[in-house]
């Protein structure tokens, strides 16, 4: 039962005030019929809304069922308009994106119904609408929308069914059927308020109450009205269920396929942030790759690297000190130098040179690095030239093997100049180009570069660097700081190859952050078009609250489209970032003949990884625009066209 105690409401115009309703005393009872009627402005939707949960008042009681409203949350509130009360409105308010099952089903959704899609089918057909299940709104007549929204305001069985000038819109055929609807739904136990401002359909009734200037003036009980049934007292318990994640994503997803162009330049425009920080990191990728492959090609054996940490030469004392240190296999002496060659025709040319690692050790200088003729022996005064050189000096390189040149060398060393010395040299062999460290570089063989460095004045004995060759892999960690703790810096191949590859990955991470800010401005967009949506779905949104949506529930639909949009810019981004690298690649490899790999490699992780960070930053910049409409007010949002 619906009691009303003196409720009066007003609204502030300027410095007048306007007494909307004037002490409204009312009883309702179960089962019936009851229609509203009096002049347009007369206070007749401001009762029902206030009835149904939608619109406040300024004072008096409101009992339902034995409860006082006027006591409830919002929360409570909400509850009770899902729990209690089914919408009829004069323009229908379907929410035009989904079917007519599916507006019905949404009602019951936000209960949690298990078998939704049964009933609402089941609805449809009570109001004579089951075979135009699967229409949208703007498929429908007036008359039809009008049941769907019967249909939907009796989704969640509530007791009270109110409806503001359902056949307003429609014409007296449709009009008449529509009330022989809410006739036979009050007959079945419900109660059903009508306000009306036409008179002819009144005999559906079983009372009519007039009101005028916000004051009841009339109220006339019919004969039929005697003995109806009485509903059992259904306590209200708020069980506060939220709308699931599916129907949400259904939401957000028909809402998205609604605008789909407006959305897919959105995604469009994230995916370009996306496709900038895969393709680097692709490029990153592929050059790391290159780089550990051509570092790292073959290793046989770890070696360390010792040289004084002031970087000055390495003598006689030093060698005695590092191989007093247990698990030694070899100690070896490494120089590197500048190096001019001339040829016996007197050409000249200027290089890089280093000292070869006997052949044993070739883990450092590799075979394979020798193109033409052979690695220069340990104990023979031989030296290997590059490719680019040889043919600078004999045309081809084939000629430069085996042929007496003149070499001029001098130790390379960041603390002093040392003398150069001039040695006869044999070329054994040509090394391929760039095969070193991406550098073109004399190789000379061992004795001969410990030769030359003995041979320059104050250098006697000593070398640059030794590499200590260990006797298994297992001793190095242990060899390391023991040589450490000698005193001098030590670094194994790996950590020399990662301060390379580390260069790599700063410069990419330098070219990515470009990219985030692309990603940054994109989410952004993204915000926007879902504020523009939120103004656009106002009154979507006055619909699902009047139909029991919490705060929570219209919150979440809006994060799940940012959340959608977001993944889907991701994905796009993903796609064209593969396509593009595949591309690359092929031209790459087939238009530069000296690149035989794939320099861009993407990763399926780092993929995953940024479609879900795209995602999550849609979701973000979802934030103030869902909360904007969470908040909106029930019945403004209704209002607004
Ligand atoms: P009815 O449904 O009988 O036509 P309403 O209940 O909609 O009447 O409105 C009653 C009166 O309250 C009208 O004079 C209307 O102008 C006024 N009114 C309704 N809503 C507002 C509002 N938000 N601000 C100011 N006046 C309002
Ligand atoms: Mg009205």
Not at 55 to 78: A, M, R
Not at 302 to 323: F, G, H, I, Y
């Amino acid at each position: 039962m619906i009691t009303l105690q003196h409720i009066k409401k007003s609204y502030k115009l300027g410095s007048n005030e306007l007494q909307v309703l004037k002490d409204i005393n009312l009883e309702i009872q179960p089962g019936t019929l009851t229609y509203l009627v009096g002049e347009s402005g007369s206070g007749k939707s401001t009762l029902l809304n206030i009835i149904g949960g939608i619109d406040t008042y300024d004072s008096g009681t409101y009992y339902f069922e034995n409860e006082d409203i006027s006591t409830y949350s919002e929360k409570d509130l909400t509850y009770f308009r899902r729990e209690k009360v089914g919408f009829v409105f004069q323009n229908f308010n379907l929410i035009s994106h989904l079917s007519s099952i599916e507006n019905v089903e949404l009602s019951m959704v936000l209960n949690d119904a298990a078998d939704s899609k049964k009933r609402a089918l089941e609805l449809l057909k009570l109001v004579g609408m089951d075979s135009y299940a699967n229409h949208l709104p703007n498929q429908l007549s007036g008359g039809q929308k009008q049941r769907v929204a019967i249909a939907r305001a009796l989704a969640n069985n509530p007791d009270v069914i109110l409806a503001d000038e359902p056949t307003g819109a429609l014409d007296s055929e449709n009009s008449i059927q529509v009330m022989e609807i809410l006739r036979n739904i009050a007959d079945q136990g419900k109660t059903v308020i009508v306000v009306t401002h036409s008179t002819e359909l009144l005999h559906y009734g079983d009372v009519v109450i007039r009101i005028k200037d916000g004051e009841i003036i009339n109220e006339h009980v019919s004969n039929n009205a005697t003995n109806h049934l009485s509903l059992a007292d259904k306590k209200l318990k708020n069980r506060r269920k939220k709308i699931g994640y599916r129907m949400s994503f259904k939401l957000a997803y028909r809402n998205i396929k609604s605008k789909r162009w407006r959305n897919f330049i959105t995604a469009f425009a994230a995916a370009i942030g996306i496709i900038g920080i895969l393709i680097i990191s692709a490029l990153s990728n592929g050059i790391n790759d290159k780089i550990n492959s051509i570092l790292n090609h073959d290793v046989q054996l770890e070696s360390l690297n010792v040289s004084n940490q002031n970087n000055s030469p390495l003598t006689a004392n030093d060698l005695k000190k590092v191989n007093t240190i247990n698990g030694i296999k070899d100690t070896l002496s490494y120089n590197a130098y500048t190096v001019n060659i001339i040829t016996q025709n007197n050409k000249r040319a200027t290089a890089s040179g280093e000292g070869f690692l006997p052949q044993k050790y070739e883990k450092v200088y590799k075979k394979d690095y020798v193109k033409y003729g052979e690695y220069p022996k340990a104990n023979a005064n031989e030296i290997v030239i590059p490719e680019r050189l040889a043919k600078e000096l004999f045309k081809s390189p084939k000629k430069a093997i085996g042929k007496n040149v003149t070499l001029t060398s001098q130790i390379m060393s960041l603390n002093e100049l040392y003398p150069t010395i001039t040695k006869k040299v044999t070329i054994s062999g040509i090394l391929q180009n760039e095969s070193i460290k991406f550098l073109d570089t004399v190789g000379i063989s061992y004795n001969l570069s410990n030769n030359l460095a003995k041979a320059s004045d104050g250098f006697e004995g000593n070398s640059l660097m030794f590499i200590i060759i260990p006797k298994s892999d297992a001793n190095l960690d242990h060899m390391k700081k023991a040589v450490s703790k000698a005193g001098y810096s030590v670094k194994t191949d790996q950590e020399n190859n990662g301060e390379i590859t580390n260069y790599v990955s700063l410069a990419s991470i330098a070219l990515g952050s470009l990219s985030a800010i692309s990603l940054i401005v994109s989410s952004i967009m993204i915000g926007i078009v879902l504020y523009i949506g939120v103004v656009e779905r106002t009154k979507e949104i006055g619909i699902l609250k009047a139909i029991g949506a919490y705060r929570k529930d219209i919150r979440r639909i809006f994060i799940c489209e940012g959340f959608v949009i977001g993944l889907f810019g991701g994905i796009i981004g993903s796609v064209v970032s593969w396509g593009l690298c595949l591309s690359l690649n092929w031209i790459i490899i087939n238009v530069f003949e000296k690149v035989k790999f794939d320099l861009f490699q993407m990763n399926i992780y780092q993929t995953i990884s940024i479609i879900l960070l795209s995602g999550i930053l849609g979701l973000i910049a979802s934030f103030i625009p869902a909360n904007m409409a969470a908040k909106q007010v029930v019945l403004d949002s209704l209002r607004y066209e």
